[in-house]
């Protein structure tokens, strides 16, 4: 079975750039979730998705930061204009449904200069 | 919001046994997972309790006492391949502790 799969896995880009990850969850998995990981912390959830639908986005600065699922399958999240303070692992994950166990894609390492 | 907290950094020799402990909020939390995250690399699932007790896992266990917020992670036999950080997290918006680095020193 296929994994979570995410691209870019690395992004460099200068403060006020946009930038957008990718992310492609386990076939069948109802649920996905965008995580933001700074170096030496514990990840934090950013946005979950129900289907095509939001569930919980109270942690997603929502001035510069947006996602979305529009068919209820793959995933993208956008920063614009990004900070120096968004430098992180942007880690996408999924599960059947909201209450399971989520299974993690690599992650995508943003750098901001 | 739902705290999660953890000890920062622990270290043990080889062959030990040790014990990474959790504590949160009780409210809201219906169960408790467990990740591991080797430096650099996404988590991986290791462990979910719903029910008070412990579970075993080959040589991982974890234990939950709901009523008291409180998990541990109990790690025997330790191998230097099980230096990493480990989350306990949950709750309804999911969250996770700051990780707990631990460090197998030959």
């Known amino acids: 079975e296929a994994g979570v799969a995410q691209s870019p896995r690395y992004k460099i880009i200068e403060k006020r750039q946009s930038v957008a990850f990718w992310c492609n969850p386990i076939s069948g998995h109802a649920t996905l979730y ?22 919980d986005d109270s942690q997603l600065p929502k001035d510069r930061f947006s996602a979305e699922r529009l068919k ?3 995933s993208t999240l956008k920063i614009q204009p990004a900070k120096l303070e968004d430098s992180a692992v ?11 166990t989520q299974y993690f894609g690599p992650g995508t390492r943003l750098t901001v200069l | 919001g ?6 920062t950094e622990m270290t043990a020799t080889e062959g030990a046994i040790v014990q990474i402990n959790c504590t949160y909020q009780t409210s809201g939390f219906n169960g408790l997972f ?7 690399e996404a988590p991986t699932f290791l462990s979910y309790n719903v029910l008070d007790g412990l579970e075993e896992k080959g040589r991982f266990s974890s234990f939950l006492s709901r009523s008291k917020g409180y998990s541990y992670l109990l790690l025997k036999e ?5 230096s990493a950080s480990y989350l306990c997290g949950g709750g309804q918006n ?6 707990t680095r631990l460090s197998v020193l030959p």
């Open chain 1, 90 to 100: 942007y880690l996408c994950a999924s599960s059947p449904g909201p209450k399971d």
């Open chain 2, 94 to 99: 999911f969250v996770f502790g700051p990780g």
């Open chain 1, 34 to 55: 965008w995580y933001q990981q700074i170096l030496g912390q514990g990840p934090k959830l950013l946005i979950q998705f129900q289907n095509n639908g939001v569930v």
């Open chain 2, 34 to 40: 467990w990740y591991q995250q080797h430096a650099g």
């Open chain 1, 72 to 74: 209820g399958v793959d």
């Open chain 2, 78 to 82: 330790l191998q230097m391949k099980d």
């Open chain 2, 2 to 7: 739902q705290n999660i907290d953890q000890p």
